[in-house]
Nanobody, 126 residues
Framework: QLQIVESGGGMVQPGGSLRLSCVAS????????IAWFRQAPGKEREGVSC????????NYADSVKGRFTISRDNAKNTAYLQMNNLKPEDSAVYSC???????????????????WGQGTQVTVSS
């Protein structure tokens, strides 16, 4: 059974850091593309970051470049999103998504991904 579970969200002050984790279980191989999306109240879901199957190619939204870092540990079927220098506008529900099709590239479009987790809340506030 395919399952995606996120964790690591919480409340943090502006300038603080959080590390989100995403465990993707049930996939027959680790050749999948993984991505993080977020959705704030009243706003559309947006792509934050993604990593291709090999881990060599990554992509970031302009709003998080230089502050967020995506990584993955295939031995643990886990991806991470390290978020530094958080801002109030980063507050949202963060979701992990997987495309089971191996690719040397990744994209931040919603329709590139077939499997989604339930999300974890991140709140940045003083």
């Amino acid at each position: 059974q395919l399952q995606i579970v996120e964790s690591g969200g919480g409340m943090v002050q502006p300038g603080g850091s959080l590390r989100l984790s995403c465990v993707a279980s049930g996939f027959t191989s680790d050749s999948y593309v993984i991505a993080w999306f977020r959705q704030a109240p009243g706003k559309e879901r947006e792509g934050v970051s993604c990593m291709a199957s090999s881990g060599d190619s990554t992509n970031y939204a302009d709003s998080v470049k230089g502050r967020f870092t995506i990584s993955r540990d295939n031995a643990k079927n886990t991806a991470y999103l390290q978020m530094n220098n958080l801002k109030p506008e980063d507050s949202a529900v963060y979701s992990c998504a997987v495309s089971p099709y191996g690719s040397a590239w990744c994209y931040l479009g919603l329709y590139n991904y077939d499997y989604w987790g339930q999300g974890t809340q991140v709140t940045v506030s003083s």
